[in-house]
Structure formats: C-alpha cells, structure tokens
T-cell receptor, first 113, second 112 residues
Framework: EAGVTQFPSHSVIEKGQTVTLRCDPI?????LYWYRRVMGKEIKFLLH????????ESGMPNNRFLAERTGGTYSTLKVQPAELEDSGVYFC???????????FGPGTRLLVL | DQQVKQNSPSLSVQEGRISILNCDYT??????FLWYKKYPAEGPTFLIS?????DKNEDGRFTVFLNKSAKHLSLHIVPSQPGDSAVYFC???????????FGKGTLLTVNP
C-alpha cells in the first residue's frame, strides 16, 4: 500500500507570490489532515477533511490559506499571497474513519523569501 | 499556550540502555495519546499509542505509560539502538475531535 505523498518536496518563493501544495492520501482514507511545523515549534493542526467536506478548519491561520479536496481524493493547500511567516514544513496526513492513527506524508518544505 | 509539553529538547543514551522520553499535558479531556518518530526530511511515523482507559501499552522494545492523575505520559525504549536516533513527538487528541495536538519533540541520540 502506497503511503501519503506530497508535492513538491521543497518550494522557495518570494513574498507576495502564490504557492500550491498537493497531498495524495492513502487510497481509501476518507480523512485528510493538514498540519504545519514552523522552525523550532510544535507541529500544529490546520484543518481536517472528511471526503470532500471541511470538518474542522479551526487551525487555518488566516484567509490567505485555502484548502480544497474536490472529489474527496487528493487535496491542495494554496497560500496567496505568501508572507515570510508562512515558511515551514507542511505535512499532510490521512486515515480511515474510526482509525485512531494518522499516517503522515514526508512534508513540503516551504521557504518564503 | 502549549497544551502538550516535552520539556527535554534532547536526550543522549548509550546503545543497549533504556531511553525514557517524557510528555506532560494540561487538558484533562485528552483521551488518546500517541508517540511519533521522525527522521530528518521525513514525515512523522506512528510508533505506539495508548487510550486513557489504560495505563500501559507495550509493543516490542517500546512501552508507553500513562499517569492520568499527573497528566503525564512517557515512552520507554529498551534496549535502545542507534537506529532509534530521531525526534520523538508526543501527540494527543480529545474525544471525537480528530485533530492531534503535538509537543515540540525530543531529539534522541543513541550512541554506539
């Protein structure tokens, strides 16, 4: 079974630009999560999809962040316009309904200059 | 305000000895606890978990202990191996809320 995949692995952009991160969950996993780790800090929850519906987006920092999961398969997280403080590692995770463990992807390392 | 604290940023142990990683939490509503291991440039990998109805869970060399009254969680690795060197994150969740709340992590180094 393939794991959670994320693309790109790294992204370097300038302040004010737009970046779109993609996550492909494990096949059959209805739940999809986005987390972020800013350097030196803890991994923080951003939002949770159940299939294509946003179940909880309480961790989204502001309206510059837009997450979608059209069709309930892969998800995208767009940052527009990017700010310096958006730099960090963005992790995606997934699991089945009722499953306690979340399975994480390798992350996308975003650097905003 | 951090709800999950891992007060030791790093820990160094000798191969074959026991590694003990600690985690404290403040929210008494947390009822499920997980440990993840993370290697550089990789995502966190699930290691072991425990429900609040238990006080101990074992899986091979890894044992997690939960002290609900103290709001304290610990991970014991015995015997420690050099391949265990990684950052260990404590994570918790509350009831039907799926989101995980993480600590900052502890870097474990196991010396040969």
């Amino acid at each position: 079974e393939a794991g959670v995949t994320q693309f790109p692995s790294h992204s370097v952009i300038e302040k004010g630009q737009t970046v779109t991160l993609r996550c492909d969950p494990i096949s059959g996993h209805d739940n999809l999560y986005w987390y972020r780790r800013v350097m030196g800090k803890e991994i923080k929850f951003l939002l949770h999809f159940v299939k294509e519906s946003k179940q909880d987006e309480s961790g989204m920092p502001n309206n510059r962040f837009l997450a979608e999961r059209t069709g309930g398969t892969y998800s995208t997280l767009k940052v527009q316009p990017a700010e310096l403080e958006d730099s960090g590692v963005y992790f995606c995770a997934s699991n089945r309904r009722g499953q306690e463990t979340q399975y994480f992807g390798p992350g996308t390392r975003l650097l905003v200059l | 305000d951090q709800q999950v604290k891992q007060n030791s940023p790093s820990l160094s142990v000798q191969e074959g000895r026991i590694s003990i990683l600690n985690c404290d939490y403040t929210n008494s509503m947390f009822d499920y606890f997980l440990w993840y291991k993370k290697y550089p440039a990789e995502g966190p990998t699930f290691l072991i978990s425990i429900s609040s109805i238990k006080d101990k869970n074992e899986d091979g060399r890894f044992t997690v202990f939960l002290n609900k009254s103290a709001k304290h969680l610990s991970l014991h690795i015995v015997p420690s191996q050099p391949g265990d060197s990684a950052v260990y994150f404590c994570a918790t969740r509350e009831g039907s809320n799926y989101k995980l709340t993480f600590g900052k992590g502890t870097l474990l180094t196991v010396n040969p």
